[in-house]
């Protein structure tokens, strides 16, 4: 079962915990929100890439030569 250590600041004490079923629903649910976030920015990312590529093969040049225009 998964721990959680909590830390008392004015003792220095440290304690190490088990997590409640309540915090461990809320961890996964917490981790499942985190995945689907970053497959989400993956496909903006990946939205974004075509569209450069659709652009820079509409004007007719390469990465390269736009990053030369731009610098």
């Not at 929100?33 to 990312?45: D, F, L, M, P, S």
Request: hydrophobic share 45%; aromatic share 0%.
């Amino acid at each position: 079962m998964p721990h959680k250590v909590i830390v008392d600041c004015s003792t220095g004490e440290i304690t190490e915990v088990e997590l409640t079923a309540e915090e461990i629903k809320d961890m996964e649910a917490a981790q499942k929100a985190a995945e689907a976030e970053r497959k989400a920015q993956e496909v903006i990312a990946a939205a974004k890439e075509t569209a450069k590529t659709a652009l820079l093969d509409k004007l007719g040049i390469t990465a390269e030569e736009a990053k030369l225009l731009l610098s």
